[in-house]
Structures are given as C-alpha cells and as structure tokens.
C-alpha cells in the first residue's frame, strides 16, 4: 500500500514557476515507476511526466517537453515536478501516480492556476 500527497500548486502569472512535490509512504517507493498526471477543467486525466525506477529514464508530454523536469528522491520517497514558463494551458489540478506491475496509487491532486 503507498499514500501519496501532493503540495507546491498555487496561482501564477504566465512565464512563471512552480515546483510540485509528492511525498509518499510506505517502503518500497523505490520500487514504483512515478508519473505526474494532470486534469484540466472539463477533460481527461493525462500524463505529463514519468521517471523510472531508479531515476535514469524520464518522459514528457510535448505540450510540456522542455519547460517542466521531473525528478525523484527515493531516500525521502519524494518526487517532484518542476515547472518553468508556465502558460494558461498548464492550468490543471496535478495528480501523483505511482505505478508497478498493474497496481497504481494516485494522489487527492493540487491545483495550479496559470493567469494570462
């Protein structure tokens, strides 16, 4: 079983930054492929982050490549998502996910607000 909560959204101006973190319980975090998902008003759950175990593999959605960065600290059992040049389209509440062999754990999510 792992627990996962996110922190870091809030409101920001267009061009600006936020960084997103999850902290997650249970021991075997290490273990878990790790995504970020986000939800804008209105539309689907998609990814736009994913770290492997391990941390040497990382993907991002084009909408994202380039401007966010997502990184993980398995001796905190922490990841994090690191926003640059944000845009009103970025808008979303942002899920964590962790995932391993077909099981999943997500996150109550956290809002970010791009303001044009």
């Known amino acids: 079983q792992m627990h996962l909560v996110e922190s870091g959204g809030g409101l920001v101006q267009t061009g600006g930054s936020l960084k997103l973190s999850c902290a997650a319980s249970?021991?075997?975090?290490?273990?878990?492929?790790m995504r970020w998902y986000r939800q804008a008003p209105g539309k689907g759950r998609f990814s736009v982050a994913f770290?492997?175990?391990?941390?040497?593999?990382?993907y991002y959605a084009d909408s994202v490549e380039g401007r966010f960065t997502i990184s993980r600290d398995d001796a905190k059992k922490m990841v994090y998502l690191q926003m640059n040049d944000l845009k009103p389209d970025d808008t979303a509440i942002y899920f964590c996910?962790?995932?391993?062999?077909?099981?999943?754990?997500w996150g109550q999510g956290t809002q970010v607000t791009v303001s044009s």
């Open positions: 996910n962790a995932g391993r062999q077909g099981t999943n754990f």
């Open positions: 770290i492997s175990i391990g941390g040497d593999y990382t």
């Open positions: 249970g021991s075997t975090f290490s273990t878990y492929e």
